[in-house]
């Protein structure tokens, strides 16, 4: 069992700041990359950032410049800086791992149950 456990979602005006957190636990026998995406209503998931374990990144075009991933000293861990918040940034955002949970296993993909961001005046 994996388990994704995330924090830090709220309420910030625009041109606010919110810092996502994410934790992996459980049967994990090693992560080739976190992430973070985000659903909002009526719409698909899309991806927001990723993190590779050689510490690689990526972003989404709408958040470059304005959101940056990072991982914890743990390397289990990973998190999301928000700044200068826009309402479209509104949405679930879900905490991702691409992990293998023994040697023998291919890598798969395990969420989080999300996180709540509400960007408004």
């Known amino acids: 069992q994996v388990q994704l456990v995330e924090s830090g979602g709220g309420l910030v005006q625009p041109g606010g700041s919110l810092r996502l957190s994410c934790a992996a636990s459980g049967s994990i026998f090693s992560i080739n990359a976190l992430g973070w995406y985000r659903q909002a209503p009526g719409k698909q998931r899309e991806l927001v950032a990723t993190?590779?374990?050689?510490?690689?990144?990526n972003y989404a075009d709408s958040v470059k410049g304005r959101f940056t991933i990072s991982r914890g000293s743990a390397k289990n861990t990973v998190y999301l800086q928000m700044n200068s918040l826009k309402p479209e940034d509104t949405a679930v955002y879900y905490c991702?791992?691409?992990?293998?949970?023994?040697?023998?296993?291919?890598?798969?993909?395990?969420w989080g149950q999300g996180t709540q961001v509400t960007v408004s005046s």
């Open positions: 991702n791992a691409h992990l293998r949970t023994d040697y023998f296993s291919r890598p798969n993909d395990y």
């Open positions: 993190i590779a374990n050689a510490g690689s990144t």
